[in-house]
Structures are given as C-alpha cells and as structure tokens.
C-alpha cells in the first residue's frame, strides 16, 4: 500500500445542503402547497435547479422500496425502519428537507456553496429554522449503530 503524495490530488467530496423549516411551511412543502413563508425559499432554490426533499419521506420511501425489492438487498433498512417508526425521530425528520440540486442528493463544492451563501439569508426567518451542509467524507457521516449492521 503506498501513502499518499503531495503530487497526488486531493479527493473532491461532494456535498448536500439541508434545511429544516417551520411546522407549517415543513407541512406544505411536504404536501406541494403553497405558502407565503416558502415563496423566497422556492424562488432561490428555482436560480439553481433545486427542489426540496423531505428526508422523512425519503426514509419511508427507501423503506417501501427495500420491502418490495427484498430487505436483504438494503444494508440500511433496518435502521432506516427503526428511524421511521420512532415518534421523536419522525417529528425531527419530517421538518428537515435535503436540497436536491438537477437531480443529485450531492453536488459539487462551488454549488453547495453558492445555494448556501443565498439560503443563509433565510435562515432563522419564518420559513428556514436551521442550515447544514454534510459532505461525502465517510468519517464525517455517522454510521449504523453496531446492531443494525450486518
């Protein structure tokens, strides 16, 4: 195994931007519908081809996929199932929208930051409560707890 050089280039993660909204604009967005509180939101998120995906219903819909596609071929169901059902955790979740940006969960540095700078102008308003940005990088994402690994 060879160590890394100076020569060789550093690995480029990707990155994905969340946001967590108000009860009420988190319940409209979910369902499309309008909202004054999502109108500058959406129109910022229109200048970069993005759209808001509820982690909640991602979670759900990995869940049903993996229930008809067969458990054992989705390492992370259980744990995804176990998330879902519980109570406290779906309260969080069902606020808390990834920014999909031309149809990727992750994207380039330059377009997370960009959307970020824009979208932080928000944050703590009516609409958007909270920012985060997460990156590809393994080592900062946190992994299955040891009994929902395989």
């Known amino acids: 195994m060879s160590e890394k050089t100076s020569e060789e280039p550093a690995r480029e993660w990707k990155y994905q931007l969340r946001v967590n909204l108000a ?8 369902a499309g519908d309008d909202h004054p509180d999502l109108d500058r939101l959406r129109d910022i998120l229109g200048r970069y081809n993005a ?5 909640y219903d991602a979670f759900a819909g990995y869940c049903a996929e993996a229930e008809r596609e067969g458990v054992d071929k989705y390492p992370l169901y259980a744990w995804t199932r176990a998330t879902i059902e519980n109570p406290l955790k779906k309260a969080k979740y069902v606020k808390s929208f990834t ?3 031309d149809g990727e ?9 960009a959307l970020e700078a824009e979208i932080q102008t ?7 409560t909270a920012m985060a940005k997460h990156d ?3 080592a900062n994402n946190p992994q299955p707890p040891r009994r929902y690994r395989a």
């Open 122 to 128: 928000l944050v703590g308003g009516a609409a958007v």
């Open 105 to 113: 969960e992750v994207y380039a540095k330059a377009k997370a930051d």
């Open 51 to 55: 759209a808001l995906q509820c982690q």
């Open 23 to 30: 009860d009420d604009v988190a319940e409209a967005a979910r």
């Open 136 to 138: 590809t990088n393994p």
């Open 99 to 101: 920014l999909c940006v």
